[in-house]
């Protein structure tokens, strides 16, 4: 199995830039696909962006086009989440995943067997 640990979090104005980490370790972390959901207060985790396992392919929840890009270093054992032009509406408890399985990537939280436990992303309007 892969454990999973969040960093980068933090309090934001609305407009700024915030940089998510995923530390990756106990597997091989190039055969994960990975993705990253978000919970806010009162509401359904959802999903925000995913990567395939070779970093080739990207795919984003519509909300954050064009402002957030994921990637990821297979060397490092590490994904990102760059977060730029961030609104009030972004804040939640961000939260990275991984899971073996073949298909290239997954928007529901079931296609994910390992989380990490979230970091706080706050953004003042």
């Known amino acids: 199995q892969v454990q999973l640990v969040e960093s980068g979090g933090g309090l934001v104005q609305a407009g700024g830039s915030l940089r998510l980490s995923c530390a990756a370790s106990?597997?091989?972390?190039?055969?994960?696909?990975m993705g990253w959901f978000r919970q806010a207060p009162g509401k359904e985790r959802e999903f925000v962006a995913a990567?395939?396992?070779?970093?080739?392919?990207?795919y984003y929840e519509d909300s954050v086009k064009g402002r957030f890009t994921i990637s990821r270093d297979n060397v490092k054992n590490t994904g990102y989440l760059q977060m730029n032009s961030l609104k009030p509406e972004d804040t939640a408890v961000y939260y990275c995943?991984?899971?073996?399985?073949?298909?290239?990537?997954?928007?529901?939280?079931?296609?994910?067997?390992?989380w990490g436990q979230g970091t706080q992303v706050t953004v003042s309007s």
């Open positions: 995943a991984a899971d073996p399985r073949s298909t290239d990537w997954g928007r529901m939280t079931y296609e994910y067997g390992y």
């Open positions: 990567i395939s396992r070779s970093g080739e392919g990207t």
């Open positions: 106990g597997r091989t972390f190039s055969r994960y696909r």
